[in-house]
């Protein structure tokens, strides 16, 4: 058969009313989900590796210790001229936020409280994350927060509050499992007796926490409340016992 005995081919287009909305709909999932799935294979990592980079944990250790962070000089300070005052307006201030106070140094004018774990977002009723950044760290990791009240005396005669809350994060290593038998204790909240150890003999702890930095959104936000108490704006509640005396 010659060129010109082969019948001619046309292009033959679809009407324009075939096109329906569902029809559109699917075609553009599909070209959605191919986009991503291209995107996906070329991995998370938009930046040069640097191979010469230092670890992250590579840090100073002193950098992990919750003292190193309390020695850092205030970011809110609190000036009152009574002491009593201002001593029972830190520990109201420490209950409200949701602490439980650890220890009372009222001689040397010291206040702690309990290591707290951070609250999720719908703790609603908890007050020691207020804002947007630490609440999502507090809600991917677990995270725990203490606060201490220093109070010491100016040469005027009047008392000085400096308020400080670092910030700890929990890490914990990974289940070594050699046997098939020990799969359940991969995700099991039991312990083992001794600490672990790396691969190239290291002492590797099972569980411990380490100090991030100081929280100044919740230093501010205590100090706040602090002069509210001061200034007699909130009220403390205090329960009455036996063996309180009424006067």
């Known amino acids: 058969m010659t060129n010109a005995q082969r019948p001619s081919r046309q292009l033959e287009f679809l009407p324009a009313d ?7 709909m699917m075609y553009f999932r599909t070209l959605l989900l191919a986009s991503l799935a291209l995107f996906g294979l070329t991995g998370c990592m938009l930046q040069k590796v640097d191979p010469n980079a230092k670890p992250a944990t590579s840090i100073d250790p002193k950098f992990a210790s919750s003292e190193y962070w309390f020695n850092q000089p205030a970011t809110e300070e609190v000036r009152w001229p009574n002491y009593d005052r201002l001593w029972d307006s830190c520990e109201a201030t420490a209950t409200d936020a949701g602490f439980s106070i650890d220890r009372f140094d009222y001689r040397t004018g010291l206040l702690s409280t309990k ?17 947007f950044k630490s609440q999502a760290d507090s809600d991917t990791t677990t995270h725990r927060r203490t606060a201490h009240f220093k109070i010491s005396k100016l040469p005027d005669g009047c008392y000085l509050c400096q308020i400080k809350v670092v910030v700890e994060h929990y890490a914990m ?20 007796y001794e ?7 290291t002492p590797l702890k099972v569980d411990y926490w380490y100090a991030e930095r100081r929280d100044h959104a919740v230093e501010h936000m205590l100090a706040e409340r602090l002069r509210q108490y001061l200034s007699g704006k909130l009220t403390q509640i205090r329960f009455v016992t036996d063996t309180d005396d009424p006067k």
């Not at 075939?18 to 029809?23: A, K, L």
């Not at 600490?195 to 003999?201: I, L, P, S």
């Open 173 to 192: 290593s990974e289940r070594r499992i050699t046997a098939v038998y020990q799969y359940r204790d991969a995700f099991s909240t039991r312990r083992p």
């Open 195 to 201: 600490d672990q150890t790396a691969d190239d003999g």
């Open 115 to 131: 290591p707290l774990v951070s609250k999720q977002f719908f703790e609603l009723w908890k007050h020691d994350v207020v804002d």
């Open 18 to 24: 075939s096109y329906s909305p569902s029809t559109v």
